[in-house]
């Protein structure tokens, strides 16, 4: 939008006793102009550093600000996370640690400006993308569509963000100067009368003078860009700048351009290693944005911590994130300077108009270990039990209604002949189950789990099922993710060569919330009378304390227990999982107090040992404890190619950009084979993502898509082969350093498709780093 936004500042509004004419606060005006935004009419280069407030403790707002600042940032940019401020329909809460419009304040005091983006939909990596969990009691509601309900909660939503935040936008003398319009549609579908609506909502929110922007990626920005909306671009460390802009450049050469969400690093899921992004890379491309006159915000300049229930979770698949969001950027998760903060802020120097930098902030507090302490007090997990609900068919988290924490499902089996198989469709997300309280397997979510085989038992045995929620999917359209059960629970064996199918019915459904309340009742009435009490099982809440001298922060050490959730003096501190790769959990020394602290742990799985814990000085964020490896080059899975025919084979060109690979007839199966003879540069074959079209030219769902071989993987840094379908562009399938071509991928779709052609897309770097030369592609 191009409109001159003419503005004038109100005045600090101040009469007390000794001040009768407080000075006017700074008068700024922002727009949207030609090649450039302007501030007070002159050219002004956005540089923005993306900070989240609910993922940094409030004591440590102001000293996180000065952080950004004194690496030379001029504004800060921030999601409005609704789940937080509704967490039941109609309550509002913008208060304490979710008073946003204080963070606003605290910027503008520190002479930051501010980036707004309300949402509704944030991604973020945060439970369902920022979206509250009880739109999902109504079970067939569109979400981030044109679905009434929907709209009006959202609408009710952005009011409350209006009466909050409105007032400070720069044409109200605040510091707010550019409000983004729901986020990376393009990722989720095509849909500009849903994105108008958003944008007509926004701005009756009371940000209708104020600029108004949309952001997404440079391959899909067009299929939702409205024409009076601000358009910027998001990528990641290392990518091609001039190549990200080519198009907006082509569609709007007088457009100021942005890069809205630069990605420093990238996070980290549960049972995959530690992510980082080079340093140097990043620097590299501020600098080349800089010296382009290119505006930017650095996501994350500080991650912070997804402390409580609050991480989301990726798919195609389930892969949820874990609690720390250091997201290896320059402020790190604990607040202090990383080398990465360093050489940016040397760079950040060059671009400050020949100003010195603000010095760098000393921390609020120092860190202290906290030496080794038991965990002595017990309760099972029963005694958590809240809600308890007779039904003749399984009910959904939601339909209890209930946000978070786990479920507990019980029913009496009939006689179960030996290779009975139980399947549960589908668990959602960590099922274990008993039969008569002895522990029998998990179904694990995250491994595409469906079943698992019984024992053999006479009728009239208990079955108990068990199930903990993780965070709620933030990403593309598997968001709509209820927890619990979420259909139907089965028995399937053979009799006399048949298949028999028993749907088990007549449930005892109870729930267990996730909350510090609850964890305390459960440790004061250890013995409520409940049928689960004969589980055989070390799960439960764990209480200990320790004394501090000092006080500082501080990072748990979880090792010693299974899986769960932390309280520290009533604080939810965050999701544990023994798998790894985070071992430890972030304390901030804000929530802990000189002498007697306590610690509270649910273990759904229960320790391995003696229920201890130590707090130390640094954080293990990259320590796997994995049953298996994450690769996929078991022998028995690589198909023998030798006398198939492919569908396609040829060269890809060089560089960046998506190419189609049309096939000579349709083809058919489940299986799709992707050989890479040769690069055009580099040694190491990479391939970012891949489609495949069906008979009607779009491109298929890739949801049920698992990897079924892969020769080689980078597994070090995440290389391995279902990067190829994250629906990530920035993130990759690499082969290891010196192995030998040809590389060979196989997908398996999930069941027999029809194809027509495949998409494909190299590397986002410059050069298009291991970009596949010559190609073969089969499906069987
Ligand atoms: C996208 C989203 C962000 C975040 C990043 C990855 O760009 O807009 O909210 O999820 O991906 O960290
Ligand atoms: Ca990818």
Not at 156 to 174: M, P, W
Not at 275 to 280: F, G, K
Not at 366 to 378: K, N, R
């Amino acid at each position: 939008m191009n409109k001159i936004l003419k503005t004038l500042c109100l005045a600090a509004l101040m009469a007390t006793a000794t001040t009768t004419a407080q000075a006017v606060e700074a008068q700024h005006t922002f727009e949207v102009g030609k090649g450039s935004f302007m501030l007070d009419g002159k050219p002004f280069v956005v540089k923005a550093a993306e900070v989240h407030y609910p993922r940094i403790p409030r004591p440590y707002w102001e000293h996180r600000i000065k952080m950004c600042k004194a690496l030379g940032m001029n504004t800060l940019c921030l999601y409005v996370f609704w789940n937080i401020h509704e967490q039941r329909e109609g309550e509002y809460d913008f208060t304490g640690q979710n008073d946003v419009a204080e963070f606003c304040r605290l910027a503008q005091k520190n002479g930051m400006f501010v980036i707004v983006r309300p949402g509704p939909y944030v991604c973020a990596e945060w439970e369902m993308g920022g979206l509250p969990w009880w739109l999902l009691k109504k079970k067939d509601i569109k979400l981030r569509e044109r679905d009434p309900y929907f709209m009006e909660r959202v609408r009710l939503f952005e009011k409350e963000v209006g009466k909050q935040l409105s007032s400070l936008t720069v044409e109200n003398g605040g510091p707010i100067i550019m409000v983004q319009v729901e986020n990376e549609y393009g990722s989720y579908g095509i849909d500009k009368p849903y994105v108008s609506k958003i944008r007509d909502i926004v701005k009756q929110s009371g940000f209708d003078k104020v600029a108004l922007f949309q952001c997404d990626w440079s391959s899909n920005f067009i299929n939702n860009g409205l024409d009076d909306l601000t358009w910027t671009m998001n990528f990641g460390t290392g990518a091609n700048i001039d190549e990200q802009f080519r198009r907006l450049k082509q569609l709007r050469p007088e457009a100021p351009l942005m890069c809205s969400e630069f990605w420093s690093g990238w996070f980290d899921k549960w049972g995959a290693r530690h992510e980082t992004r080079p340093a140097d890379d990043m620097v590299a491309g501020i600098d080349e944005m800089l010296s382009k006159g290119i505006s930017f915000s650095l996501y994350m300049t500080h991650g912070g911590t997804s402390f409580g229930h609050w991480a989301g979770a990726n798919s195609p698949g389930f892969a949820p994130d874990v609690t720390s969001y250091d997201y290896d950027a320059p402020i790190n998760e604990w607040g202090l300077p990383t080398g990465k903060y360093w050489i940016l802020r040397q760079t950040m120097a060059k671009y400050n108009d020949g100003k010195k930098l603000p010095s760098v902030p000393k921390a609020p507090m120092g860190i202290v270990a906290i030496p080794q302490f038991e965990l002595t007090d017990y309760a099972p997990l029963y005694a958590g039990i809240s809600k308890t609900e007779e039904s003749r068919n399984v009910k959904t988290m939601e339909e209890l209604d209930m946000g978070w924490g786990s479920m507990v499902y019980q029913t009496t089996l009939p006689a179960i002949a030996a290779n009975t198989v139980l399947n549960i469709n589908d668990a959602h997300d960590f099922a274990q189950v008993y039969v008569d309280g002895k522990y029998v397997g998990k179904i694990d979510r995250v491994k595409n789990e469906k079943s698992l085989l019984l024992p053999a038992s006479a009728k009239g045995a208990k079955l108990t099922i068990v199930i903990e929620a993780m965070g709620r999917i933030n990403f593309g359209r598997a968001i709509k993710d209820f927890k619990g059960i979420t259909q139907s629970v089965t028995l399937t064996s053979e009799v006399d060569g048949h298949e028999q199918i028993i749907d088990l019915k007549n449930w005892t459904i109870a729930t267990l919330p996730d909350d510090y309340a609850t964890a305390q009742e459960a440790l004061q009435n250890k013995s409520v009378n409940s049928n689960l009490s004969t589980l055989t099982s070390q799960s439960g809440y764990y209480r200990g304390t320790f004394n501090l001298k000092k006080v500082g922060d501080t990072f748990l050490n979880t090792e010693a227990f299974g899986k769960g959730q932390v309280y520290v003096n009533g604080h939810a501190i965050g999701r544990f999982w023994s798998i790894g790769p985070q071992q430890t959990l972030y304390v901030p020394g804000c929530w802990l107090k000189k002498g007697k602290n306590e610690v509270v742990v649910l273990d759904v799985v229960g320790p391995k040992g003696k229920p201890t814990m130590f707090g130390q000085t640094t954080p293990e964020l990259d320590k796997l404890n994995l049953e298996k490896s994450n690769k996929h080059n078991n022998p028995g899975d690589r198909p023998d190619l030798n006398s198939a025919t492919p569908v396609a084979q040829g060269t890809f060109a060089a560089g960046n950009g998506w190419q189609t690979v049309k096939f000579g007839a349709v083809a058919k199966g489940r299986y799709v084979a992707i050989e890479c003879r040769s690069t055009h540069a580099a040694d190491q074959a990479a391939i970012a993502e891949i489609y495949v079209k069906g008979t009607d030219g779009n491109r298929l769902s890739r949801e049920p898509w698992t990897v079924k071989y892969a020769d080689s993987e980078n597994e070090m840094g995440n290389h391995t082969g279902d990067k190829v379908f994250d629906l990530q562009e920035s993130t990759y399938w690499q082969t290891q350093r010196g192995s030998d071509f040809p590389h060979l991928l196989v997908i398996d779709l999930g069941s027999e498709q029809q194809m027509t052609a495949l998409d494909y897309l190299p590397r986002a770097e410059q050069g298009a780093p291991g970009n596949v030369k010559e190609y073969q592609v089969y499906i069987y």
